[in-house]
């Protein structure tokens, strides 16, 4: 049995809905109204802390009535083209527009996916010529459009202003000789560690050199800021940020993504992002179940509020009971433990079987061999009662991990 199946077999196998795996299968319970972080595990209930639904909008029930009447209304053909074919309707400008002025740029652009659509934001920015500086955490799509670039890359350590300026020294010589220009890649949120980028600082490196600043905001919009607009809104940087990038797989519980600029840059990336021009766009049903997600986003703001309260009592209860958080000052509540790979996968085995509940496990090569980091991602749908369960969980799982229990890896499971 090789390393991945020692882990599946361990894990129960991947997290899907309704989705069947060799060991199990997770599903949602059919319920009227609003569904929280309950799923189900081979018949028994589990608490899960790996959604991406921060704001509970997945499955809100104005949500859910605006998609089925989106999907009745128009199916999920239509629009039946690319974008700058056939493929475009006033809800996907009205969209682009709203989204433009809540995060306080003048144009916004829709895309089909996230992940594909950073890859091809980055490919389209730059030549031969430029030079790309970026976060050493970057996240994978982030690294996967750097790797496409042509020319030359610098990379600087993570959230390490000092190691961000000397490679914005190297750029600098290097685009003298070019005539490029120097794109900076950052996150607003790192959705591992929690910590947010430093975005204030890295504007204020724009007094003494001369580059555009590109931040995916995947984990910050709707969760970070005084309206939810961002990290760029948390920081006071809305001005220095050149290009904000968003998805809406995390606070909106979607698909899809949109960048956002000054009009100038926007047009250029509609007619220069291969992975849009080239697509379909964007079906109807999804357009308009977006649009209803950010209304909600925009006019409910008791959704963040709740999220951070559940955010920061889960946090201060596991700083209490001894827990290493990290450096995390954002909602993502990453937790380090010491302990090799055959007590990881046990102790997530006991979280979920013996105490019902389910989060996101990290290992080496991730991290650093000997550590475990079990991540818990708060939502507006949990409670406090599911904060206490799990604190009482992981009281007793911390309990078991000093005392070697993982490690004789003798691990009984309640019927």
Known sequence: MDLFDKITKSLGGPLGQHQKWSHGYFSFPKLEGEIGPHMQFNGKEHLVWSLNNYLGLANHPVVREADAKAAADYGMAYPMGARMMSGNSIHHEELENNLAAFVGKQAAFLLNY??????????????????????????????????????????????????????????????????????????????????????????????????????????????????????????DVIDGVDVYFATFAKSMAGIGAFVAADEQIVHFLRYNMRSQTFAKALPMPM???????????????????????????????????????????????PVFLEGDLYEATSLTRDLRENYGIFCSIVIYPVIPKGLILLRLIPTAMHSLEDVQRTLDA??????????????????????
């Open 114 to 235: 996230g992940y594909q659509g950073m890859v091809s934001i980055i490919d389209s920015l730059v030549d031969r010529n430029d030079v790309i500086v970026y976060d050493a955490e970057s996240h994978a799509c982030i690294i996967d459009g750097v790797r496409l670039h042509m020319g030359k890359r610098f990379v600087y350590q993570h959230n390490d202003i000092e190691s961000c300026k000397k490679q914005l020294e190297r750029a600098t010589k290097l685009t003298e000789q070019t005539g490029g220009g120097i794109l900076l890649i950052t996150e607003g949120v790192f959705g591992m560690s929690g910590a947010q980028g430093k975005l204030k600082e890295i504007v204020d490196l724009k007094k003494d050199f001369n580059f555009r600043l590109l931040v995916d905001d995947a984990h910050g919009f709707g969760t970070m800021g005084k309206t939810g607009a961002g990290t760029h809104e948390e920081q």
């Open 394 to 415: 992981y009281t007793a799982m911390g309990e078991k991990l000093k005392a070697g229990y993982y490690k004789e890896n003798k691990l009984e499971v309640a019927v």
């Open 287 to 333: 357009v308009l179940g977006l649009k209803k997600r950010f209304e909600l986003l925009v006019s409910q703001p008791e959704l963040r509020e709740k999220l951070w309260l559940i955010s920061s009592t889960l946090q201060k209860g596991l700083r209490e009971r001894g827990f290493n958080l990290g450096v995390t000052d954002t909602m993502v509540t």
